[in-house]
């Protein structure tokens, strides 16, 4: 075979391969406040926090993420206790769960989700706005130390995505997340080059 062709078949089949093998670890740059932790206190023994998880905006890599494609992952992470970590730790047990997630189109709640024994209304949540919005309980003292101290002030996300449609810009627009793996208390939640990362393999195609 000629070298060129061969070196084109080659990447060719690299770049299908990457595409078709995608999980991704969204996080959101927390200097602009619709992805910060919008508010966090304390009653009794456990801390409280709720904020944007994930919005629509166009990120570094030119992607978007809509609330619609988290639709019935986000029914299975409730089942699963809606557990949430520390900076992507899954090697240590949860620091709390969610209680009450709503994915939210230009304000209006397009679905809820509630914990299945922690149920909780919201504190902080304005009808505003596009993405994921959620509120959690953080039962780790650690973990709830370091909110209420100021040192961690965002969200991060990790799920797989199955389904996206090509951008004119370069970037792409997710269409599912399956399944929604789990939400993290994020100290440092910005990569600088890229706030989407390829993580582990996993099924992507492009939607016709």
């Known amino acids: 075979m000629n070298p060129r062709l061969l070196k084109a078949v080659v990447e060719t089949v690299r770049d299908l391969y990457l595409e078709?093998?995608?999980?991704?670890?969204?996080?959101?740059?927390?200097?602009?406040?619709?992805?910060?932790?919008?508010?966090?206190?304390?009653?009794?023994?456990?801390?409280?926090?709720?904020?944007?998880?994930?919005t629509e905006d166009e990120d570094l890599q030119k992607d978007t993420v809509p609330p619609e494609s988290f639709l019935g992952a986000i029914d299975d992470y409730f089942s699963r206790s809606a557990p949430l970590s520390m900076n992507h730790d899954l090697t240590?047990?949860?620091?709390?769960?969610?209680?009450?997630a709503v994915l939210v189109r230009d304000g209006n709640i397009l679905h809820t989700a509630l914990h299945p024994r922690d149920p909780a209304e919201f504190e902080n949540f304005e009808a505003?706005?596009?993405?994921?919005?959620a509120r959690f309980a953080v039962t780790d003292p650690d973990a709830a130390d370091a909110v209420l101290s100021n040192n961690i002030g965002a969200f991060s996300w990790i799920g797989n995505v199955t389904h996206y449609t090509r951008?004119?810009?370069?970037?792409?627009?997710?269409?599912?997340?399956?399944?929604?793996?789990?939400?993290?208390?994020?100290?440092?939640?910005?990569?600088?080059?890229a706030v989407i990362t390829a993580a582990k393999a996993y099924g992507l195609v492009p939607e016709e």
């Open 92 to 100: 240590k047990l949860p620091v709390g769960h969610a209680q009450k």
């Open 128 to 133: 505003k706005g596009t993405g994921l919005y």
């Open 20 to 54: 078709q093998n995608t999980v991704i670890q969204k996080s959101f740059n927390p200097i602009a406040k619709e992805f910060r932790i919008e508010k966090a206190w304390k009653q009794d023994n456990t801390t409280f926090v709720e904020g944007w998880v994930s």
């Open 167 to 193: 951008k004119a810009n370069g970037g792409k627009h997710f269409l599912k997340v399956s399944p929604f793996i789990e939400s993290t208390l994020a100290a440092y939640p910005v990569n600088q080059k």
